[in-house]
């Protein structure tokens, strides 16, 4: 038997969370669930809190105020490794990412060391339009200036094998927000791991509202062209 640990960032998830809970213990009954909240000035820490009273194998590690997404998941990541979980499965709390895909995504972990959930090679995005063609046009940009053998690089439903963690554990990050999750791919890319992307349908969150700033678009576009130099400058100098 694999120690599994699924694990989610909240910031203001109080309509979502619960949900999210007992979807994941209903499709992956043995799992640890590890959920990092930024103190959620909600009260999402609360209903948490009620939730692991049946709930044994829920952690929940709240952190003194909103720190961004990409620190929660490497603080997540992290205590992944060190805890010596054999798969560590991010995903977002707020009904995007579906907890009864998470068994397709662990299963292809098998014979690699990490699993990305894709919108698009079989996948589906069910998010708004804006939101779709935001999403499209980030990918299809990462395509042609990262290459990997990927089709999605920016959702959040993944699978980490120990490979994978420590390879994202022990590098530098030079990007927060959505570009972080791309940072992510070619610093396990450059390392020289193996991928498996599976499809998911991606739904548009439950209730709520998104929590990330739509500057991160812009800054995403930027960290996305720098990534993409990065690698042209580094093939060039290994050729000299
Ligand atoms: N711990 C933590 N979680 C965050 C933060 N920002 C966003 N999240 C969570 O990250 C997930 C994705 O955020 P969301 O607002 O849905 O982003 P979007 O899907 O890109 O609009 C959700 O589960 C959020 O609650 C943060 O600063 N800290
Ligand atoms: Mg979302």
Known sequence: MISELVCTATYNEQENIEAWVRGVHQHRPEADLLVVDDSSPDGTGAILRRLQLQAPQLRVHTRAGKQGLASAHIYALDLGLREGYDRVVTMDA????????IPALVAASDRVDF???????GGS???PPLRQFLSKGA??????????GLTEYTTSFRVFTPRALKSVTTATFHFG???FFIECLEV???DGLTFAEVPIDFLDR???????PRSQIFVSANALM??????????RSKRN
């Open 139 to 148: 990918n299809a940009a990462a395509r042609v200036l990262l290459p990997m």
């Open 188 to 190: 396990m890319h450059r």
């Open 226 to 235: 720098r990534l993409g130099l990065a690698r042209r400058q580094q093939a």
């Open 177 to 179: 927000g959505y570009a």
């Open 206 to 212: 439950t209730g709520g509202t998104s929590k990330i």
């Open 94 to 101: 707020d009904g995007s990412h579906q907890p009864s895909q």
């Open 115 to 121: 699993v990305i959930g894709t919108r698009y090679h």
């Open 125 to 127: 995005h069910q998010a």
